[in-house]
């Protein structure tokens, strides 16, 4: 499996957790993905990384405001197209 492959698995797995309400166990594993998700796309193109810059603001506004379900939207779908959209 791919590292994309696995970080993609992990925004799925996580969001699934702030879902289901697990929010402190959601939250350990959602440091893992961005850090991961830094690392992938630290090589994209110039102009993905202010979208990559926007993305992680408006997930941590969603964590700032104990918002698990709009947190677990930017995961699973704006993040993953992000990290889709840089694949080779």
């Known amino acids: 499996m791919s590292a994309l492959a696995k970080c993609i698995s992990a925004c799925r797995h996580c ?5 289901l309400g697990r929010d402190v166990e959601a939250a350990l594993i959602m440091v893992d993905v961005f850090d991961e998700a830094q690392q992938l796309l630290s090589s994209a193109p110039q102009d993905v990384q202010p979208s990559w810059a926007q993305v992680l603001t408006h997930m941590l506004a969603c964590q700032e405001r104990q918002d698990w379900l709009g947190l677990a939207d930017f995961m ?9 959209s840089v694949q080779v």
């Open 15 to 19: 969001a699934g957790l702030f879902r």
């Open 76 to 84: 699973e779908y704006e993040l993953i197209d992000l990290l889709e």
